[in-house]
């Protein structure tokens, strides 16, 4: 059974920083790439990073570019993204997902249940 399951979220203050984790069970994790996403109430999905299976490739949103890090433990099977200097705006539900290879090229197949980011003073 494959799962994804995400950690590290939480209330933080404007500048502030989190570091998210995402651990996967069940899959050959060396082999996906993976991609961190975000959801606010009323707004789309949006994909905020990925990072290709070996970590030669990392892609980040316009929003989140020089803020926010994506890496990866293949060891450990998990994936982490650093926020830093965090905005009320990256408040949302943060989810993992894997890719469709070992290149980012679409959202795959698996995803995690999500982690609440809330930034606020």
């Known amino acids: 059974q494959v799962q994804l399951v995400e950690s590290g979220g939480g209330l933080v203050q404007p500048g502030g920083s989190l570091r998210l984790s995402c651990a996967a069970s069940g899959i050959n994790f060396s082999i996906y790439a993976m991609g961190w996403h975000r959801q606010a109430p009323g707004k789309q999905r949006e994909l905020v990073a990925t990072?290709?299976?070996?970590?030669?490739?990392?892609n980040y949103a316009d929003s989140v570019k020089g803020r926010f890090t994506i890496s990866r433990d293949n060891a450990k099977n998990t994936v982490y993204l650093q926020m830093n200097n965090l905005k009320p705006e990256d408040t949302a539900v943060y989810y993992c997902n894997t890719g469709n290879g070992i290149f980012w090229r679409r959202e795959g197949d698996y995803w995690g249940q999500g982690t609440q980011v809330t930034v606020s003073s």
């Open positions: 990072i290709s299976a070996g970590s030669t490739s990392r």
